[in-house]
């Protein structure tokens, strides 16, 4: 079973841009979560999505937003882009109910 | 924010040994998690405790939870150069309403030499 994707792989933008980056979950998850994990850090929580729907929000700015599809893929999108957005975004699956959330590979975003 | 600190923030081993890594956290919970991340990519899921729960044997893998110290410990025997990796502790907090929201410590990097 294909596990959790995420694309792009690498994403190299400019201060002032706008990113998009997208997270397939596993067959059967409905639940997707996003995470920044900077250089050195571990992951800080950014955002929930069950059945379509924000059900959680970390400490970011609003330039942070994110939505969750029908078929439970999701996108995370941040605008107005700055160097401290330089990270790597992890999006996590998880099944209904379920404490474990599966990890994808991420995406290496470098704002310069 | 962070939920707690890692302790020590970078171990080296031989292969063959065990190690060790603790972790704290500031708040109830309603279970506590370990990961693996190798070389900055994907998290890999390793062992998840209970907050009733004190220890919990996962191939070579023990971890122990005390709640009263707000504190895990995870012990890796018999390591392997494979285990070279960071370990990260991740809580799940009580009352947060299934949100999703894991809140990971700042990590452990592990060099394991052969």
């Known amino acids: 079973d294909a596990g959790v994707t995420q694309s792009p792989t690498h994403l190299i933008k400019t201060r002032g841009q706008h990113v998009t980056l997208r997270c397939s979950p596993i067959?059967?998850?409905?639940?997707v979560s996003w995470y920044q994990q900077v250089l050195g850090q571990g992951p800080q929580f950014i955002f929930q999505?069950?059945?379509?729907?924000?059900?959680g929000r970390g400490n970011f700015p609003d330039r942070f937003s994110a939505r969750q599809f029908p078929n439970y893929s999701s996108e995370l999108n941040v605008n107005a882009l700055l160097l401290g957005d330089s990270a790597l975004y992890l999006c996590a699956s998880s099944p209904l109910g379920g404490n474990e959330q599966f990890f994808g590979p991420g995406t290496r975003l470098t704002v310069l | 924010s962070q939920q707690g600190e890692e302790d020590p923030q970078a171990l080296s081993i031989q292969e063959g040994e065990n190690a060790t890594m603790n972790c704290s956290y500031k708040t109830s919970i309603n279970n506590l998690q370990w990961y693996r991340q190798n070389s900055g990519r994907g998290l890999v899921h390793l062992i998840l405790?209970?907050?009733?729960?004190r220890e919990k044997h996962s191939g070579r893998l023990r971890v122990t939870l005390d709640t009263s110290k707000k504190s895990s410990s995870l012990l890796i025997t018999a390591s392997r150069a494979a285990d070279t990796a960071s370990y990260f502790c991740?809580?799940?907090?009580?009352?947060?309403?299934?949100?999703?929201?894991?809140?990971f410590g700042q990590g452990t990097t592990l060099q394991v030499k052969p």
């Open positions: 067959s059967g998850h409905k639940s």
């Open positions: 405790i209970r907050s009733n729960e």
């Open positions: 991740a809580t799940d907090a009580r009352g947060s309403g299934n949100t999703g929201k894991l809140i």
């Open positions: 999505y069950y059945e379509k729907e924000e059900r």
